[in-house]
């Protein structure tokens, strides 16, 4: 199958090795490039928290190109959104990093809960690592319990507009048999997109694989029959639909 992989370069590399080994032929067209705030993140870290949040590999990336500055900060905990994060903060050289495996903002937000309830309440803000734009989810849930966190911005998700003479082959001249939607924001995106909506009909017969119902809802209602959601917010549970 030809597989349309719309997320920025550095996350879509892992993606388009996997799908090859798949026996699938990827092309890769990111709709979004992230630009890092490492002064921001730098700036959070010398304040007083008790853990880190980050709901994203993006942000642990941020973390990584700190270098040498974030040594003093390894030893603080780090809650990570899912496995895929979990292993970025980790390879940053965070020594403890909890996840909540296959999840979400909620799920990151009810482990967090659960474990303040388990080992208490600390005395210092739990410090979240955001990039923007970004889904609410997890904050509301943080608000709804109480928590105390601080958040800050470390990376901003710029979107980049691929020209027409590019995608032309991709979508009008060898149509793909599905594409991949990894954020409500590349979806949006690439519905917006003037070629697409130029030759909306082309993709009557391709598939849209989402990795959660909330991206999905980015997807044109039109094209409702041929969007199919991952059973887990994972790339391992979104590739199994293929």
């Known amino acids: ?11 879509a590399k892992g993606t388009a090795a996997r799908l090859t080994a798949l026996g699938h032929t990827p092309i890769v067209v990111p709709l979004a490039e992230p630009v890092h705030d490492k002064e921001a993140a730098l700036a959070a870290l010398s304040t007083h928290h008790s853990a880190i ?12 190109s700190i270098g040498d500055a974030l040594d003093r900060h390894l030893l603080t905990t780090v809650f990570a959104v899912g496995r895929t994060t979990a292993r970025s903060a980790t390879a940053a050289g965070f020594r403890t ?13 009810d482990l967090i809960i659960a474990h303040r ?14 990039g923007m734009p970004r889904s609410k989810h997890f904050e509301a849930r943080l608000d709804a319990a109480g928590v105390a966190y601080e958040t800050t911005v470390c990376y901003r998700m710029e979107p980049i507009r691929p ?12 149509k793909p048999d599905a594409i991949l ?15 697409v909506i130029e030759h909306m009909n082309n993709l009557e017969r391709t598939l849209f694989l989402c990795i959660s119902g909330s991206v999905a809802t980015a997807v ?12 887990a917010p994972t790339e391992e549970n979104l590739l199994d639909l293929l």
């Open 1 to 11: 199958m030809r597989i349309l992989v719309v997320r920025p370069h550095a996350s």
């Open 53 to 64: 949040a980050i709901t994203s590999s993006e942000a642990a990336r941020v973390l990584l």
């Open 97 to 109: 990093v909890l996840s909540p495996g296959a999840g979400d903002g909620n799920s990151l937000a």
């Open 117 to 130: 309830r388990d080992y208490g309440v600390p005395p210092d803000p739990l410090l979240y690592l955001a």
């Open 163 to 174: 020209k027409s003479t590019e995608m032309q082959p991709i979508l009008v001249d060898q």
């Open 181 to 195: 939607f990894y954020s409500r924001e590349s979806a949006r995106h690439f519905f917006e997109l003037p070629l």
């Open 220 to 231: 044109p209602q039109r094209f409702a029959k041929s969007v199919v959601v991952a059973a």
